[in-house]
Each structure stands twice: as structure tokens, then as C-alpha cells.
């Protein structure tokens, strides 16, 4: 469904029921396309596992220890000299 910035105030039922029906809501702004709006339960959830980020620090000797990491960070510049 395409939808102007003008039918999200006026016809916001129409926008939420073509949304029930698990469509995708194209937004436009003087007929240019600005944004889509996805149902809500369109996306599948992905294990955390699968991020590209989740264990780059896995081989970094000075991260093996939470504690210790986050006590260095937090000590400040002044114990540095």
C-alpha cells in the first residue's frame, strides 16, 4: 500500500488495517517515496550469536576478565602517572 504523509492523519485505520493484513506501508511526501512501515511481526529474530560483532574481542589477552577491564576503564588518567 502507498500511503501519503496527508492518509496517516486521515485515514490512519486504512494504514493500520492494510498493516493487519501483513503488508508493507510505502510513506510519501509530494510522491516521493520517504519510508516504509513493516508489520511488526515481519521480522524473524536472529541468535545473537550470528551478529558479525559477537566475539571480536574473544583473543585479546587484557579483555579476559570483565572486572579488571571495567576497573581500568573507570580508574582515570590519574593513576597513570
Known amino acids: ?8 492523519r486521515r485515514r490512519m485505520q486504512d494504514v493500520l488495517k ?5 503488508e508493507k506501508v510505502t510513506l510519501t511526501h509530494r510522491g ?8 511488526s511481526g515481519s ?3 536472529k541468535p545473537v550469536s550470528d551478529h ?3 566475539g571480536m574481542w574473544k583473543d585479546r589477552d587484557d579483555m579476559k576478565s570483565v572486572d579488571r577491564a571495567v576497573d581500568n576503564l573507570r580508574k582515570g ?3 597513570a602517572l
Open 43 to 45: 521480522r524473524s529474530a
Open 52 to 54: 558479525a560483532a559477537f
Open 32 to 39: 516521493v517515496a520517504r519510508g516504509v512501515i513493516h508489520p
Open 18 to 22: 492494510a498493516l493487519e493484513r501483513n
Open 77 to 79: 588518567r590519574t593513576h
Open 1 to 8: 500500500m502507498k500511503a501519503s504523509i496527508l492518509d496517516l
